[in-house]
């Protein structure tokens, strides 16, 4: 862990919302940095799990071989992964790990099992067993990540003039609907003209919905970055409504 660079990178991003403002209400560009793309990737793994489709609290439930989200996006959970920081040979039952491609190319293939959720929907588990002393195991990730794709950051600038970097969120867990797909959250982060960053806006949420989320991503960043067992690069989505509170 580079302890200096966490730390540098937590001043820079501080030092950025100074002066920030609230921007009036408008459909732009958004581009998500890694931490705040990461945030979203948490969502959604909630509703890639069997568990949550079979107890009818997941949006994905009836949609595998369906195309749920662009076709620049990929997701897979790969409890193998050298250097993952969630790898394990076995999960939480004892069957080995593995590699699944929950969305590839947009399309979704199916969702992570343990060997309960398994039996259940008449499928093999996918290794992905959780387990702690309180309960039975459950369903969760290993190594999570989003695909990364050939843009450089500086390409996604240009790519989001006049649209926002939105570099932090908050309430995602508790502002989304499951079932529905529907959030609203809180968000700060850097207006974007000519391809640089400019004034920093806050308190301003965003509002939409996971699907159409998914099917306006329109470019992906080629730096994954980490966080715990997470891993996302910088993800350019199409216009979406941003209003000032």
């Known amino acids: 862990l580079d302890h200096d660079g966490v730390v540098a990178e937590a001043v820079e991003r501080a030092a950025r919302m100074l002066g920030a403002t609230k921007p009036a209400t408008a459909r732009v560009p958004v581009l998500l ?49 050298l250097d993952g920081p969630g790898a394990a ?13 929950l969305l590839s190319s947009g399309v979704l293939n199916g969702f992570l099992h343990n060997t309960y959720t398994a039996r259940r929907g008449d499928t093999r588990s996918t290794g992905n067993a959780v387990r702690g002393y309180r309960s039975t195991p459950g369903v969760g990730t290993t190594n999570l990540f989003v695909q990364p794709g050939d843009r450089s950051f ?3 600038l240009r790519e989001a003039d006049g649209g926002v970097l939105v570099q932090d969120v908050t309430g995602v867990h508790s502002g989304a609907n499951p079932i529905s797909g529907e959030f609203s959250v809180g968000a700060t982060g850097l207006r974007i003209s000519g391809g640089d960053l400019g004034q920093p806006v806050r308190e301003m949420t965003i509002a939409s919905t996971i699907p159409e989320m998914l099917q306006s991503v329109a470019a992906l960043g080629s730096e994954l970055r980490w966080f715990s067992a997470v891993g996302v690069p910088s993800i350019l989505l199409g216009e979406m409504t941003l209003a000032g509170v």
């Open 33 to 81: 940095d890694p931490v705040a793309a990461s945030s979203f990737l948490g969502v959604l793994s909630d509703g890639l799990s069997a568990e949550a489709v079979q107890k009818q609290r997941s949006l994905f439930g009836p949609l595998v071989g369906e195309q749920v989200a662009s076709d620049v996006l990929t997701v897979v959970d790969d409890g193998r992964l």
């Open 89 to 101: 040979p076995f999960d939480g039952e004892g069957v080995p790990t593995g590699r699944t491609e």
């Open 154 to 156: 500086e390409q996604l």
